[in-house]
Protein backbone atom coordinates (compact mmCIF):
# COMPACT_ATOMS: atom_id res chain seq x y z
CA UNK A 1 0.00 0.00 0.00
CA UNK A 2 1.71 3.21 -1.08
CA UNK A 3 0.73 7.30 -0.96
CA UNK A 4 -0.45 6.82 -4.43
CA UNK A 5 -2.59 3.50 -4.53
CA UNK A 6 -6.24 4.05 -5.17
CA UNK A 7 -7.49 3.58 -1.91
CA UNK A 8 -5.42 6.14 -0.27
CA UNK A 9 -5.56 8.78 -2.51
CA UNK A 10 -9.67 8.46 -2.00
CA UNK A 11 -9.03 8.46 1.41
CA UNK A 12 -7.10 11.72 0.90
CA UNK A 13 -9.56 12.91 -1.35
CA UNK A 14 -12.49 11.81 1.33
CA UNK A 15 -10.80 14.15 3.95
CA UNK A 16 -10.32 16.97 2.19
CA UNK A 17 -13.68 17.40 1.04
CA UNK A 18 -15.27 17.02 4.73
CA UNK A 19 -12.90 18.67 6.45
CA UNK A 20 -11.53 21.50 3.70
CA UNK A 21 -7.90 21.00 3.87
CA UNK A 22 -5.06 17.89 4.06
CA UNK A 23 -4.70 15.73 6.32
CA UNK A 24 -1.35 15.76 8.67
CA UNK A 25 -1.14 11.32 9.45
CA UNK A 26 -1.94 8.68 6.83
CA UNK A 27 -1.80 5.31 8.47
CA UNK A 28 -2.44 1.75 6.63
CA UNK A 29 -3.45 -1.23 8.79
CA UNK A 30 -3.90 -4.66 7.22
CA UNK A 31 -6.17 -7.74 6.99
CA UNK A 32 -4.64 -11.38 7.13
CA UNK A 33 -5.37 -14.42 6.30
CA UNK A 34 -4.38 -17.32 9.06
CA UNK A 35 -2.80 -20.49 7.61
CA UNK A 36 -3.11 -22.64 10.33
CA UNK A 37 -4.13 -22.44 14.14
CA UNK A 38 -7.30 -21.34 14.39
CA UNK A 39 -8.79 -21.27 18.41
CA UNK A 40 -5.86 -21.31 19.71
CA UNK A 41 -4.56 -17.23 20.43
CA UNK A 42 -7.15 -17.43 22.94
CA UNK A 43 -5.86 -20.15 24.71
CA UNK A 44 -2.04 -18.94 24.60
CA UNK A 45 -1.29 -21.04 22.09
CA UNK A 46 0.41 -20.79 18.71
CA UNK A 47 -1.04 -19.70 15.20
CA UNK A 48 0.68 -18.84 11.74
CA UNK A 49 -1.10 -15.69 9.81
CA UNK A 50 -0.05 -13.40 7.07
CA UNK A 51 -0.96 -10.10 6.58
CA UNK A 52 -2.21 -9.19 3.63
CA UNK A 53 -2.11 -6.81 0.49
CA UNK A 54 -5.72 -4.66 1.69
CA UNK A 55 -6.52 -3.12 4.84
CA UNK A 56 -7.54 0.38 6.40
CA UNK A 57 -6.73 3.80 5.57
CA UNK A 58 -6.99 6.66 8.37
CA UNK A 59 -6.38 9.91 7.18
CA UNK A 60 -6.23 12.46 10.30
CA UNK A 61 -5.72 16.43 11.34
CA UNK A 62 -5.57 17.59 14.95
CA UNK A 63 -8.16 19.72 16.09
CA UNK A 64 -7.72 22.19 18.49
CA UNK A 65 -10.61 21.16 21.17
CA UNK A 66 -11.27 17.83 22.53
CA UNK A 67 -13.51 16.11 20.18
CA UNK A 68 -12.90 13.26 17.91
CA UNK A 69 -14.74 13.14 14.47
CA UNK A 70 -15.00 10.19 12.19
CA UNK A 71 -16.35 10.35 8.47
CA UNK A 72 -16.40 6.64 7.21
CA UNK A 73 -16.11 6.71 3.82
CA UNK A 74 -17.17 3.58 3.04
CA UNK A 75 -20.78 3.74 4.54
CA UNK A 76 -22.04 6.85 2.91
CA UNK A 77 -19.53 9.13 4.63
CA UNK A 78 -21.43 8.96 7.88
CA UNK A 79 -20.01 10.52 10.71
CA UNK A 80 -19.43 10.06 14.50
CA UNK A 81 -18.55 12.58 16.94
CA UNK A 82 -17.13 12.05 20.21
CA UNK A 83 -15.12 14.22 23.30
CA UNK A 84 -11.52 12.68 24.46
CA UNK A 85 -12.36 14.35 27.63
CA UNK A 86 -15.76 12.90 28.93
CA UNK A 87 -16.70 9.09 29.35
CA UNK A 88 -17.00 7.69 25.85
CA UNK A 89 -20.21 5.31 25.57
CA UNK A 90 -20.60 2.72 22.72
CA UNK A 91 -23.25 2.83 20.37
CA UNK A 92 -25.98 -0.86 19.99
CA UNK A 93 -24.16 -4.05 18.63
CA UNK A 94 -22.98 -3.93 14.72
CA UNK A 95 -22.36 0.27 14.69
CA UNK A 96 -19.23 0.95 13.11
CA UNK A 97 -18.60 4.23 15.71
CA UNK A 98 -17.82 1.33 18.63
CA UNK A 99 -14.54 0.64 16.75
CA UNK A 100 -13.53 5.08 16.70
CA UNK A 101 -15.27 5.03 20.47
CA UNK A 102 -13.35 1.48 21.45
CA UNK A 103 -9.89 3.21 20.04
CA UNK A 104 -10.21 6.37 21.19
CA UNK A 105 -11.34 5.10 25.05
CA UNK A 106 -8.76 2.43 24.95
CA UNK A 107 -5.42 4.62 23.92
CA UNK A 108 -4.66 6.82 27.42
CA UNK A 109 -5.63 3.14 29.62
CA UNK A 110 -2.55 1.72 27.27
CA UNK A 111 -0.36 4.34 28.06
CA UNK A 112 -0.47 6.38 24.35
CA UNK A 113 -1.22 9.38 23.49
CA UNK A 114 -4.24 11.32 21.67
CA UNK A 115 -5.77 14.58 20.97
CA UNK A 116 -8.76 15.63 19.41
CA UNK A 117 -8.55 14.57 15.88
CA UNK A 118 -10.69 14.59 12.34
CA UNK A 119 -10.53 11.39 10.52
CA UNK A 120 -11.74 9.93 6.99
CA UNK A 121 -11.35 6.13 6.96
CA UNK A 122 -11.74 3.79 4.39
CA UNK A 123 -11.07 0.19 3.85
CA UNK A 124 -10.54 -2.33 1.11
CA UNK A 125 -10.85 -5.78 3.60
CA UNK A 126 -13.60 -7.82 1.71
CA UNK A 127 -16.28 -7.69 4.31
CA UNK A 128 -17.55 -10.80 5.96
CA UNK A 129 -14.79 -13.50 4.80
CA UNK A 130 -13.04 -13.64 8.21
CA UNK A 131 -10.09 -11.41 6.78
CA UNK A 132 -9.93 -9.44 9.54
CA UNK A 133 -11.25 -6.30 8.58
CA UNK A 134 -12.50 -5.06 11.98
CA UNK A 135 -8.29 -5.74 13.63
CA UNK A 136 -7.39 -3.40 10.34
CA UNK A 137 -9.41 -0.83 11.50
CA UNK A 138 -8.67 -1.01 15.16
CA UNK A 139 -4.92 -0.93 14.54
CA UNK A 140 -5.12 1.55 11.77
CA UNK A 141 -7.24 4.18 13.88
CA UNK A 142 -5.08 3.63 16.82
CA UNK A 143 -1.57 4.10 14.93
CA UNK A 144 -3.29 7.33 13.41
CA UNK A 145 -4.69 8.76 16.82
CA UNK A 146 -1.22 8.19 18.58
CA UNK A 147 1.20 9.56 15.53
CA UNK A 148 -1.19 12.76 15.77
CA UNK A 149 -0.57 13.18 19.22
CA UNK A 150 2.91 12.76 18.61
CA UNK A 151 4.08 8.92 18.63
CA UNK A 152 4.86 8.08 15.61
CA UNK A 153 6.39 4.41 16.64
CA UNK A 154 4.05 2.98 18.87
CA UNK A 155 4.99 -0.21 20.50
CA UNK A 156 3.41 -2.67 18.03
CA UNK A 157 2.47 -4.77 20.49
CA UNK A 158 0.95 -2.23 22.73
CA UNK A 159 -1.08 -0.76 19.46
CA UNK A 160 -2.63 -4.83 18.86
CA UNK A 161 -3.89 -4.87 22.34
CA UNK A 162 -5.46 -1.81 22.44
CA UNK A 163 -7.49 -2.70 19.19
CA UNK A 164 -7.97 -5.84 21.44
CA UNK A 165 -9.58 -3.86 24.12
CA UNK A 166 -11.74 -2.12 22.38
CA UNK A 167 -13.22 -5.21 20.52
CA UNK A 168 -14.18 -6.61 23.86
CA UNK A 169 -15.22 -3.23 25.62
CA UNK A 170 -17.23 -2.03 22.48
CA UNK A 171 -17.55 -4.42 19.93
CA UNK A 172 -18.48 -6.97 21.55
CA UNK A 173 -16.76 -9.45 20.39
CA UNK A 174 -14.03 -11.64 22.78
CA UNK A 175 -11.24 -12.09 20.34
CA UNK A 176 -7.74 -12.89 21.09
CA UNK A 177 -4.63 -11.39 19.44
CA UNK A 178 -4.16 -13.42 16.43
CA UNK A 179 -5.88 -10.57 14.14
CA UNK A 180 -4.35 -7.53 15.68
CA UNK A 181 -0.87 -9.13 16.30
CA UNK A 182 -1.15 -10.05 12.20
CA UNK A 183 -2.25 -6.15 11.54
CA UNK A 184 0.19 -4.69 13.55
CA UNK A 185 3.63 -7.19 12.99
CA UNK A 186 2.93 -8.23 9.03
CA UNK A 187 6.33 -9.18 7.23
CA UNK A 188 6.61 -8.72 3.10
CA UNK A 189 6.94 -12.26 1.77
CA UNK A 190 6.18 -14.10 4.95
CA UNK A 191 3.68 -15.55 7.18
CA UNK A 192 4.07 -14.90 10.86
CA UNK A 193 4.81 -17.79 13.75
CA UNK A 194 3.13 -16.11 16.30
CA UNK A 195 3.20 -17.84 20.19
CA UNK A 196 0.00 -16.09 21.91
CA UNK A 197 1.55 -16.58 25.56
CA UNK A 198 5.10 -15.01 25.22
CA UNK A 199 3.44 -12.96 22.63
CA UNK A 200 6.88 -13.53 20.43
CA UNK A 201 6.76 -13.20 16.68
CA UNK A 202 8.82 -14.82 14.06
CA UNK A 203 8.96 -14.54 10.58
CA UNK A 204 8.20 -17.57 8.24
CA UNK A 205 9.21 -17.30 5.00
CA UNK A 206 6.73 -19.08 2.43
CA UNK A 207 8.21 -21.33 0.25
CA UNK A 208 9.59 -20.35 -3.49
CA UNK A 209 7.20 -20.92 -5.89
CA UNK A 210 3.83 -20.76 -3.59
CA UNK A 211 0.69 -18.91 -4.04
CA UNK A 212 -1.86 -18.02 -1.21
CA UNK A 213 -5.23 -18.42 -3.18
CA UNK A 214 -7.91 -17.11 -0.65
CA UNK A 215 -11.48 -18.38 -1.99
CA UNK A 216 -14.87 -17.03 -0.35
CA UNK A 217 -17.40 -19.31 0.27
CA UNK A 218 -20.21 -17.08 -0.37
CA UNK A 219 -21.63 -17.44 3.35
CA UNK A 220 -21.12 -14.59 5.10
CA UNK A 221 -19.89 -14.75 8.50
CA UNK A 222 -19.96 -12.34 11.72
CA UNK A 223 -18.52 -13.22 14.80
CA UNK A 224 -20.48 -11.65 17.20
CA UNK A 225 -23.51 -13.17 15.93
CA UNK A 226 -21.94 -16.52 16.07
CA UNK A 227 -20.80 -18.78 18.68
CA UNK A 228 -17.35 -17.33 18.87
CA UNK A 229 -17.98 -16.17 22.52
CA UNK A 230 -19.19 -19.51 22.94
CA UNK A 231 -16.64 -21.60 22.16
CA UNK A 232 -14.04 -19.25 24.27
CA UNK A 233 -15.80 -20.30 27.35
CA UNK A 234 -16.36 -23.86 26.28
CA UNK A 235 -12.51 -23.39 26.32
CA UNK A 236 -12.24 -22.20 29.45
CA UNK A 237 -14.09 -24.82 30.82
CA UNK A 238 -12.03 -27.34 29.34
CA UNK A 239 -9.14 -25.60 31.20
CA UNK A 240 -10.79 -25.81 34.13
CA UNK A 241 -11.69 -29.56 33.94
CA UNK A 242 -7.83 -30.37 32.77
CA UNK A 243 -7.01 -27.91 35.78
CA UNK A 244 -4.89 -26.11 33.43
CA UNK A 245 -4.00 -22.39 33.28
CA UNK A 246 -4.55 -22.46 29.74
CA UNK A 247 -5.39 -25.28 27.08
CA UNK A 248 -1.68 -24.30 26.26
CA UNK A 249 -0.91 -26.36 29.22
CA UNK A 250 -2.14 -29.62 28.06
CA UNK A 251 -0.34 -32.48 25.94
CA UNK A 252 -2.47 -35.16 24.16
CA UNK A 253 -1.19 -37.77 26.60
CA UNK A 254 -2.94 -35.34 29.86
CA UNK A 255 -5.30 -34.82 27.55
CA UNK A 256 -6.25 -38.43 26.99
CA UNK A 257 -5.61 -39.57 30.76
CA UNK A 258 -8.43 -36.69 31.74
CA UNK A 259 -11.52 -37.68 29.08
CA UNK A 260 -13.06 -39.92 31.76
CA UNK A 261 -15.65 -37.73 33.45
CA UNK A 262 -15.36 -34.58 31.32
CA UNK A 263 -18.25 -33.41 29.11
CA UNK A 264 -17.89 -35.36 25.31
CA UNK A 265 -18.54 -31.58 23.64
CA UNK A 266 -16.04 -29.62 26.19
CA UNK A 267 -13.98 -32.84 25.26
CA UNK A 268 -13.83 -32.31 21.38
CA UNK A 269 -12.92 -28.59 21.99
CA UNK A 270 -10.12 -29.42 24.16
CA UNK A 271 -8.81 -31.85 21.38
CA UNK A 272 -9.05 -29.34 18.87
CA UNK A 273 -7.10 -26.58 20.33
CA UNK A 274 -4.07 -29.25 22.17
CA UNK A 275 -3.67 -30.88 18.18
CA UNK A 276 -4.16 -27.34 16.75
CA UNK A 277 -0.77 -26.03 19.09
CA UNK A 278 1.31 -29.11 17.60
CA UNK A 279 0.24 -28.93 14.00
CA UNK A 280 0.81 -25.33 13.99
CA UNK A 281 4.69 -25.84 15.44
CA UNK A 282 5.04 -28.62 12.98
CA UNK A 283 3.17 -26.58 9.60
CA UNK A 284 5.96 -23.69 10.41
CA UNK A 285 8.75 -26.37 10.80
CA UNK A 286 7.43 -27.57 7.39
CA UNK A 287 7.16 -24.36 5.62
CA UNK A 288 10.93 -23.66 6.76
CA UNK A 289 11.93 -26.93 5.16
CA UNK A 290 10.00 -26.20 1.84
CA UNK A 291 7.84 -29.34 2.42
CA UNK A 292 4.44 -28.25 0.97
CA UNK A 293 3.09 -31.63 1.29
CA UNK A 294 3.83 -31.98 4.72
CA UNK A 295 2.01 -28.36 5.57
CA UNK A 296 -0.99 -29.44 3.09
CA UNK A 297 -1.44 -32.92 4.97
CA UNK A 298 -1.12 -29.99 8.26
CA UNK A 299 -3.58 -28.09 6.75
CA UNK A 300 -6.32 -31.09 5.87
CA UNK A 301 -5.95 -32.30 9.58
CA UNK A 302 -6.50 -28.73 10.73
CA UNK A 303 -9.90 -28.43 8.89
CA UNK A 304 -11.28 -31.78 10.33
CA UNK A 305 -10.33 -30.85 13.44
CA UNK A 306 -12.33 -27.43 13.48
CA UNK A 307 -15.00 -29.21 11.43
CA UNK A 308 -15.58 -32.29 13.70
CA UNK A 309 -13.74 -31.16 17.33
CA UNK A 310 -14.60 -27.34 17.02
CA UNK A 311 -17.50 -27.58 14.82
CA UNK A 312 -17.09 -23.90 13.46
CA UNK A 313 -17.12 -24.94 9.78
CA UNK A 314 -20.26 -24.69 7.24
CA UNK A 315 -21.32 -27.26 4.67
CA UNK A 316 -20.38 -24.67 1.38
CA UNK A 317 -16.73 -24.46 3.16
CA UNK A 318 -16.32 -28.11 3.73
CA UNK A 319 -17.09 -29.14 0.22
CA UNK A 320 -14.82 -25.96 -0.92
CA UNK A 321 -12.01 -27.17 1.18
CA UNK A 322 -12.53 -30.82 -0.36
CA UNK A 323 -12.99 -29.66 -4.09
CA UNK A 324 -9.47 -27.40 -3.73
CA UNK A 325 -7.47 -30.23 -1.62
CA UNK A 326 -8.10 -33.20 -4.41
CA UNK A 327 -7.30 -30.66 -6.78
CA UNK A 328 -3.86 -29.48 -5.08
CA UNK A 329 -2.88 -33.09 -4.38
CA UNK A 330 0.60 -33.23 -2.56
CA UNK A 331 1.35 -29.86 -3.89
CA UNK A 332 0.13 -27.58 -0.37
CA UNK A 333 -3.66 -27.82 1.05
CA UNK A 334 -6.54 -25.80 2.11
CA UNK A 335 -8.97 -25.11 4.95
CA UNK A 336 -10.91 -22.74 6.34
CA UNK A 337 -9.62 -19.68 7.68
CA UNK A 338 -10.02 -17.11 11.06
CA UNK A 339 -13.21 -17.70 13.43
CA UNK A 340 -15.68 -20.15 10.96
CA UNK A 341 -19.20 -20.32 10.08
CA UNK A 342 -18.69 -19.18 6.88
CA UNK A 343 -15.91 -16.66 4.88
CA UNK A 344 -13.41 -17.86 3.19
CA UNK A 345 -10.83 -20.71 2.73
CA UNK A 346 -7.30 -20.76 2.68
CA UNK A 347 -4.92 -22.57 0.31
CA UNK A 348 -1.08 -22.94 -0.12
CA UNK A 349 -0.48 -24.20 -3.61
CA UNK A 350 2.66 -24.97 -5.45
CA UNK A 351 2.73 -23.51 -8.84
CA UNK A 352 2.34 -26.31 -10.86
CA UNK A 353 -0.71 -27.38 -9.13
CA UNK A 354 -2.05 -24.00 -9.89
CA UNK A 355 -3.66 -24.64 -13.47
CA UNK A 356 -5.78 -27.47 -11.80
CA UNK A 357 -6.97 -25.65 -8.74
CA UNK A 358 -7.82 -22.89 -11.05
CA UNK A 359 -9.98 -25.88 -13.03
CA UNK A 360 -10.90 -27.49 -10.02
CA UNK A 361 -12.53 -24.13 -8.49
CA UNK A 362 -15.27 -23.65 -11.95
CA UNK A 363 -16.17 -27.02 -11.68
CA UNK A 364 -16.63 -26.77 -8.34
CA UNK A 365 -19.05 -23.80 -8.73
CA UNK A 366 -21.05 -25.45 -11.35
CA UNK A 367 -21.59 -28.69 -9.66
CA UNK A 368 -22.47 -26.54 -6.34
CA UNK A 369 -24.97 -24.72 -8.52
CA UNK A 370 -24.09 -21.30 -6.87
CA UNK A 371 -22.26 -18.31 -8.96
CA UNK A 372 -18.62 -18.83 -8.86
CA UNK A 373 -17.14 -16.67 -6.57
CA UNK A 374 -14.05 -14.69 -7.30
CA UNK A 375 -10.98 -15.94 -5.61
CA UNK A 376 -7.74 -13.71 -5.39
CA UNK A 377 -4.20 -14.38 -4.41
CA UNK A 378 -3.07 -13.45 -1.13
CA UNK A 379 0.23 -11.51 -0.81
CA UNK A 380 2.04 -11.52 1.78
CA UNK A 381 2.42 -7.52 3.20
CA UNK A 382 3.73 -5.31 6.20
CA UNK A 383 2.20 -4.45 8.99
CA UNK A 384 0.37 -1.36 9.65
CA UNK A 385 2.80 2.23 8.95
CA UNK A 386 2.68 5.21 8.28
CA UNK A 387 2.46 6.59 5.07
CA UNK A 388 2.50 10.23 5.56
CA UNK A 389 3.32 12.28 8.99
C1 LIG B 1 -11.25 -14.52 14.95
C2 LIG B 1 -10.74 -13.88 16.24
F1 LIG B 1 -10.86 -12.51 16.17
C3 LIG B 1 -9.30 -14.27 16.51
O1 LIG B 1 -8.87 -13.76 17.75
C4 LIG B 1 -9.12 -15.79 16.46
O2 LIG B 1 -9.60 -16.39 17.63
C5 LIG B 1 -9.78 -16.37 15.21
O3 LIG B 1 -11.11 -15.93 15.05
C6 LIG B 1 -9.78 -17.88 15.23
O4 LIG B 1 -8.48 -18.34 15.19
O5 LIG B 1 -10.58 -14.02 13.84
Known amino acids: MSQSSPLVEQTIAAF ?6 EPEVVAFAPGRVNLIGDHTDYNDGFALPCALQFGTVVAAAPLADQRIIARAVDFGAEQDELRIDAPIAPLGQGH ?3 H ?7 LPLFGLPQRGASLAISGDVPQGNGLSSSASLGVALGLALAALAGERRPDRQVLARVAQWSEHQYVGCACGLLDQTASAFGEQGSALLLDCRSLAVEPAPFPADTTILIVPSGVARGLVDSA ?25 ARLMAGQDGCDATIFRRARHVVTENARTLLAAAAMARGDLAELGRLMRASHASLRDD ?9 ALVDALNAAIGEGGGARMTGGGFGGCVVAVVAADRLANVERALSAHWQQAGQPAQAHFRGIPSAGARLLRG
Open 16 to 21: REAYGH
Open 96 to 98: WQN
Open 100 to 106: VRGIAAG
Open 228 to 252: YNERRMQCRQAAAHFSVESLRDLDE
Open 310 to 318: FEVSVAAVD
